[in-house]
T-cell receptor, first 113, second 112 residues
Framework: QKEVEQNSGPLSVPEGAIASLNCTYS??????FFWYRQYSGKSPELIMF????GDKEDGRFTAQLNKASQYVSLLIRDSQPSDSATYLC?????????????FGGGTRVLVKP | DVKVTQSSRYLVKRTGEKVFLECVQD?????MFWYRQDPGLGLRLIYF???????EKGDIPEGYSVSREKKERFSLILESASTNQTSMYLC???????????FGDGTRLSIL
């Protein structure tokens, strides 16, 4: 079992709809969770982080964390063509030195006008 | 804002050359990382450093070395470049604790 798993997609959503991305993780000791957006040919950019169970909202983005079920989700409301990118879920390795992150393989999102 | 600067966006080198990739961060972060990213393989950690002069191997260290003589600078060295090291190289930095990593713009390296 991979430590951090994401559906690779592509997830195709019409403009204006909600895009829902999921990420599952294996280490129950994980304390924080990050979502990165990566446009083609560019570097990953941090867009959301969440530490506590429940929801966290930032603009059109909502992160949802359920530690009991070991998953974290990202919702993109009112999806725009500019949201077309790959979204990476990242989880710190609790027992590792140096704040290493384990990245999921990413979910590619395509927003169609 | 955190600024992580990689010395080159694009670089072309020849097989057998020694190649240096430089990365500088301006936020006094303790941790610095080098990744490579290839289509279908995701982000793979090459080396990381959690303090000056301290380094640890990541998942794919073979053919690479690193240097961290100053806190803000982390260098990746390809000892003898080979064509299979053609890739996008990404540098990142972070604070201690469960903190996110911040990435530079990346260096697209081609080995001919």
């Amino acid at each position: 079992q991979k430590e951090v798993e994401q559906n690779s997609g592509p997830l195709s959503v019409p403009e204006g709809a909600i895009a829902s991305l999921n990420c599952t993780y294996s280490d129950r000791g994980s304390q924080s969770f990050f979502w990165y957006r990566q446009y083609s040919g560019k570097s990953p950019e941090l867009i959301m982080f969440i530490y506590s169970n429940g929801d966290k909202e930032d603009g059109r983005f909502t992160a949802q964390l359920n530690k009991a079920s070991q998953y974290v989700s990202l919702l993109i409301r009112d999806s725009q063509p500019s949201d077309s990118a790959t979204y990476l879920c990242a989880v710190p390795q609790p027992k590792a030195a140096g704040n290493k992150l384990t990245f999921g393989g990413g979910t590619r999102v395509l927003v169609k006008p | 804002d955190v600024k992580v600067t990689q010395s080159s966006r694009y670089l072309v080198k020849r097989t057998g050359e020694k190649v240096f990739l430089e990365c500088v961060q301006d936020m006094d972060h303790e941790n610095m990382f080098w990744y490579r990213q290839d289509p279908g393989l995701g982000l793979r950690l090459i080396y990381f450093s959690y303090d000056v002069k301290m380094k640890e191997k990541g998942d794919i260290p073979e053919g690479y070395s690193v240097s961290r003589e100053k806190k803000e600078r982390f260098s990746l060295i390809l000892e003898s470049a080979s064509t299979n090291q053609t890739s996008m190289y990404l540098c990142a930095s972070s604070n201690q604790g469960y903190q996110p990593q911040h990435f530079g713009d990346g260096t697209r390296l081609s080995i001919l």
